[in-house]
């Protein structure tokens, strides 16, 4: 499938700030599910820093901005041909051990709540892949779907206790389970193009990968009940939403920022 | 009752590298003795090399007191601590250059890999990229502690940042402006080469992007810190700038140093924070004392940060007992320097043992450093080793323990006169295009009768380190 991607966000201050400092993953990644046709990521009025791949493979770049600044826009635009791979990350070169995504942080902390959930939701699985399988689909009843229940600062434990969330919180939460039974888990950004039910979903969006032995990671996007396929673009990587963003930033001065975010994303009719 | 190795007197005789020491101590009356031991202080503060001890209360500028009596080593005992000491700074550097790569020693199940993985000192966001000469570890401090003439062991490793540098250099300075005459008498090898060798290490590791001298900086948190002095020390001794994370931004893929002149490229820096606080974007969101970019830049080549992030995973106690391991590994060498036999309490039976042994050992948290959360069993009240099982027995995998060793005394000077004080050794050993190791260190001496901790957050002072010329 070809996705196009038109996807621009706009931090705007009240007050100018003095300067302003950027570390985008903004990049698809290189793996059998997907290749890049066209590509291109622009901050409007900043200088391009270094770029590198990271030992997760994902692509981060730099980017400054000269004060005074009222406002930074990132435009991204692009062509990608996506292929189903059921989920595997299929190709994708990367040098990180697995193990070092056992840690906890914040945001996927394990509550009691949370060992329950996993321990429960494991019971009876025939092998790793199931139990994966049976952790994200178990992830999806306890957490409904639900948009402006939560915000970005929600851990795992509290969208569990809630009952409610979005794509962030099940990811965070389905980590979390996965990391209570010792399952390499991460959490991974990108786009989707539509809904399981045909409906237009334009936004970004966020999943989970588990790492499941003698196959490798594996995408689980419990929001959606499914596992990424050709609708999935993927960005990049980390132990949680913080560690994944595709946008970090941070301006220095006094004024409030408010954020505009528009995604769209067409299937090019072949 | 433990026999303590006196690395003065031994079987009665003075030991020879001591000789010429006994007969200055002999013409030193003790009116003169109190009034150089004065001048000293006086020294000390004029010069402004003070220390902050953390969570202690009272005077935050207080003096690590500083002993006159120098701690001496013959040529021949320097030279094996020599060997010893480069090896080991060569091993931890391939280590760290091995698990932020292939970590082929993971793989040859020589160490497991949860110990450096889930470490968390282990820097995910550095895997896949090399420094410059694939050095980590530029610095590295390695405590060692002695038990008898031919018995030196490791007691941990410090690849991050070793401070205590700056009272090497002015325990000499200070002894020979008072005491010329004995650096007449005895030959010894000089320390002052240490700021050029550090010059010549930070600047051997510049990065790719750089085609001119290197620009050095020394990074620091700024002068609340405990150790602002020696980082302004250092900074004056090399030429180089001393800057704080609000001196410096980044653009266009390099760190930039605002100055009055216009903005000046930062080509190396010698940072003295922790990684959590070198970058908000990639560390701490809420860091102030960093640079914001820093670490894209330092991971797409534009500049070097020394030590490397992420060096901190060869400092752990834990990782510590397999060093020995790494240095067959890597080196394919036997290990010149020893370990001090360590239990794991993580392992259960090693554990067992450490609970039941508890008033014999000196426990350790994995991740404690300057001396506190630790037991010294012998030296603890009862309630206290109590209230220590406890934590183990909650957070075995917390905790290590090491047999109470007999550390080896220096002739001190206290209250009555002269006494046998317990020792350590921090030597500073630099990892560039060379490994370079001035023959001196910090001896750092337990000013309390009978103790056995040498911290100076705990009560520990300082000397002068000699090694004798041939």
């Not at chain 2, 700024?222 to 931004?249: I, K, P, Q, T, W």
Request: hydrophobic content about 40%; glycine content about 10%.
């Amino acid at each position: 499938m070809i996705l196009t991607v038109n996807h621009v966000t706009t931090y705007e201050y009240d007050a100018p700030m003095r300067a302003a400092v950027q570390s985008l993953r903004l990049f698809p990644s290189r793996f059998d599910g997907q290749r890049t046709i066209q590509w291109s990521v622009e901050v409007e009025g900043g200088t391009r820093g270094g770029s590198f791949r990271d030992g997760a493979g994902d692509k981060v770049e730099g980017w400054s901005i000269r004060g005074p600044v009222s406002a930074v826009t990132i435009s991204v635009s692009g062509q990608v041909d996506t292929a189903d791979t059921a989920g595997v990350l299929r190709g994708h070169r990367e040098s990180v051990s697995p193990l070092a995504y056992l840690r906890e942080t914040t945001a996927t902390w394990q509550s009691a709540e949370i060992r329950d959930l996993a321990q429960k939701a494991a019971k009876g699985a025939t092998d790793a892949l199931d139990r994966a399988h049976r952790l994200s689909n178990a992830v999806a009843e306890a957490i409904a779907y639900r948009p402006g229940t939560t915000t970005a600062h929600t851990t795992a434990a509290e969208a569990l206790a809630q009952g409610e969330g979005v794509c962030q919180d099940h990811a965070h939460a389905l980590i979390a389970c996965a990391r209570v039974l010792g399952m390499p888990a991460r959490y991974v950004s990108g786009y989707l193009f539509a809904r399981e039910d045909g409906e237009p979903h334009e936004a970004a969006h966020a999943w989970a990968e588990i790492w499941v032995e003698n196959i490798g990671w594996i995408g689980f996007d419990p929001a959606n009940q499914c596992c990424p396929d050709a609708r999935f673009i993927r960005l990049g990587s980390g132990l949680d939403a913080r560690e994944a963003a595709p946008i970090k930033g941070v301006a220095q001065g006094e004024g409030a920022e408010r954020l505009d975010v528009t995604v769209a994303l067409e299937a090019v009719q072949q | 009752m433990t026999e303590y190795f006196n690395e003065m007197y031994e079987g009665g005789k003075v030991r020879e590298p001591y000789r010429r020491l006994e007969d200055w101590t002999k013409a030193m009356p003790a009116e003169l003795r109190a009034m150089k031991q004065a001048e000293a202080e006086a020294l000390f503060r004029r010069i402004g090399i003070t220390f902050a001890v953390y969570g202690e209360g009272g005077d935050p500028d207080r003096l690590i007191p500083f002993d006159m009596f120098p701690r001496v080593f013959t040529q021949t005992e320097w030279r094996k601590l020599e060997r010893g000491i480069k090896q080991r700074a060569r091993a931890l550097n391939a280590f760290l250059l091995d698990v932020y790569g292939r970590a082929e020693i993971v793989r040859a199940g020589k160490i497991p890999g949860r110990l450096v993985f889930q470490n968390e000192a282990f820097e995910r966001a550095v895997t896949g990229f090399t420094p410059p000469r694939g050095i980590y570890s530029h610095i590295v401090g390695i405590d060692i502690v002695r038990t008898g003439p031919d018995e030196f062991f490791v007691l941990e490793d410090n690849c991050r940042t070793p401070s205590g540098v700056s009272y090497m250099l002015e325990n000499r300075e200070i002894m020979m402006r008072m005491f010329p005459q004995l650096f007449r008498e005895n030959r010894i090898e000089p320390v002052d080469g240490y700021a050029d060798a550090l010059r010549r290490t930070l600047a051997s590791v510049a990065p790719s992007k750089c085609d001119r001298e290197p620009n050095i900086g020394i990074l620091t948190p700024g002068h609340y810190n405990s150790a602002y002095y020696e980082h302004s020390f250092l900074a004056d001794l090399m030429g180089v700038e001393l800057v704080e994370g609000a001196d410096l931004f980044v653009e266009g893929g390099f760190v930039w140093m605002r100055t009055t002149e216009g903005p000046k490229k930062l080509d190396v820096i010698y940072r003295r924070i922790d990684d959590a606080f070198l970058d908000p974007l990639c560390f701490r969101p809420d860091s102030m004392l960093g640079i914001p970019g820093l670490m894209d830049v330092y991971r797409s080549g534009g500049v070097s940060i020394c030590s490397a992030p992420g060096a901190g995973v060869a400092d752990d106690k834990a990782v510590y007992t397999f060093v020995p391991e790494m240095v067959r590994f890597y080196l394919g060498e036997e290990p010149l320097l020893n370990n001090v036999p360590t239990w794991q309490c993580a392992k259960e039976d090693d554990c067992k043992y450490v609970l039941e042994h508890m008033g014999e050992l000196v426990v350790k948290e994995v991740h404690g450093s300057g001396g506190y959360g630790m037991l010294v069993g012998p030296k603890s009240t009862t309630e206290q080793i109590e209230a220590f099982r406890a934590k183990v027995a909650a957070h075995p995998e917390n905790y290590i323990a090491q047999p109470t060793l007999a550390l080896s005394t220096t002739p001190t000077f206290v209250q009555e006169g002269i006494a046998p004080r317990h020792v350590d050794l921090r030597p500073y050993c630099l990892v560039g295009e060379k490994i370079e190791l001035v023959p001196g260190g910090l001896t750092r001496v337990a000013l309390k009768e009978g103790s056995l901790v040498v911290n100076s957050s705990q009560g520990g002072g300082v000397k002068d380190t000699w090694v004798l010329a041939e």
